[in-house]
């Protein structure tokens, strides 16, 4: 008979691959990839990341991040994530919903919003500290 670990967290969530990243890496426009897949936040995450190193107002930013953030949630849902639980930086099709809300959270701390970053980077801290460490520096 075997024994459940009840002290156990729940087991990492590994998304499936999202079909943007293929166009993001062969270099395709943002704005474009998001147009043919509204759902993906990795194209999401793109187009908040090229409007931040554009000088684009962080206003700009935080809403394309904040899209992209809920598309994540909804993809997470999907895939069995019950609201918590590691979201590995490893994992190349986790990266899209991670940089999303990395990208919220720095946002959110320019607009000065501080409750919104300080849930954002716990969050992002939460779901994979190697992100964490990686995008917010």
């Given at each position: 008979?075997?024994h459940?670990?009840?002290?156990?967290?729940?087991?990492?969530?590994?998304l499936?691959?999202?079909?943007?990243?293929?166009?993001?890496?062969?270099?395709?426009?943002?704005?474009?990839?998001?147009?043919?897949?509204?759902?993906?936040?990795?194209?999401?995450?793109?187009?908040?990341?090229?409007?931040?190193d554009?000088?684009?107002?962080d206003?700009?930013?935080?809403?394309?991040?904040?899209?992209?953030?809920?598309?994540?949630?909804?993809?997470?849902?999907?895939?069995?994530?019950?609201?918590?639980?590691?979201?590995?930086?490893?994992?190349?099709?986790?990266?899209?919903?991670?940089?999303?809300?990395?990208?919220?959270?720095?946002?959110?701390?320019?607009?000065?919003?501080t409750?919104?970053?300080?849930?954002?980077?716990?969050?992002?801290r939460?779901?994979?500290?190697?992100?964490?460490?990686?995008l917010?520096?």
């Open positions: 008979m075997s459940v670990d009840l002290m156990a967290g729940p087991p990492p969530t590994h499936p691959a999202d079909p943007a990243d293929a166009e993001l890496a062969g270099g395709d426009a943002p704005a474009a990839v998001v147009r043919r897949h509204p759902e993906s936040p990795a194209a999401w995450a793109a187009l908040a990341a090229q409007a931040q554009s000088g684009a107002d206003v700009t930013v935080y809403a394309y991040a904040r899209v992209g953030y809920h598309r994540s949630l909804d993809r997470l849902r999907r895939n069995g994530w019950k609201g918590h639980g590691p979201v590995p930086w490893e994992h190349e099709p986790n990266r899209g919903f991670l940089r999303s809300l990395a990208l919220l959270a720095l946002a959110a701390r320019a607009i000065g919003e409750a919104e970053w300080e849930r954002c980077s716990t969050f992002l939460d779901s994979s500290a190697a992100a964490a460490d990686e917010l520096g």
